[in-house]
């Protein structure tokens, strides 16, 4: 038991490190010569068009299911559907399958958006910050015009790589260059992202700045056929600090989904 959660672990900072190593020297890397990283002063001090808004604040996830329920009428690929059918076999037994999430692996997006701990956001001029209470999993979208890195080449990540540009008064994200397991879409109906999985937000600020509407669109050739979308919303809240809240296995014991004669893996 010790070395599996060792061999866990290691792999959880091995995949903590590949992607603070690709946030950080490999996108600078792939900009090119002189290329600058978000938070170099002289990135900063480049002249932009004023942001339509600031996102900087709190932001908690305004009561509506925190699932990405797939559409109706949905049709997965048959690798896909295989996890799918053995998900529903498992509900029915009162089991849970394959719970990656409960056993501490990070939850990546989108479902990182959408638990019910709040989510901090600083933007700068040229990136924003987005960090989750929930294992204080973090994203950074970049908004200093660089490119996505090359899929061959790029360290993936639970969050992926996230791109921004303003369109009007709407925030647009798109994300790709994912890891390719143990991250769900649809944890316990057992939809899985891969490595394929695309997903462009579109955020608008609303009720004089106290409220965000996103809407989702996500793709992955690999798991589902064409485009899911969904609308979600999230409420400012400033009264609330995040805190550091970590996923560890050892305080999760008592928990049954984390027992292996309910976890069908």
Known sequence: MRKSRIGRFGLAALLG???LYSTSDLSAQFQGPGALGALAPAN???QRPKAPFDITGAWLHAGESERFDPPAGFKLTPEAQKHYDAAQKATKEGKIY???IGLCWPAGMPIMMTRVWPVAMIQL???IFMVSELMNSMRIVYLDGRPHTDPDIAVRSFNG???GRWEGDTLVIDTTNFVDEHHWIHDRSGIPGSDALHIIERIKMTNQGKRLEIEYTLTDKKV???DWKFVKHWDRVDDRDISEVECL???NEHMPSVH???NVR
Do not use: M, V
């Open 44 to 46: 900063i001090a480049k």
């Open 17 to 19: 490190l590949a992607f």
């Open 260 to 262: 292996s004669s309910d």
């Open 224 to 226: 589902w056929e064409g």
């Open 98 to 100: 394959r719970n990656d």
């Open 161 to 163: 790589e996230s791109i």
């Open 125 to 127: 001029p040229t990136s």
């Open 249 to 251: 296995p050892d305080l």
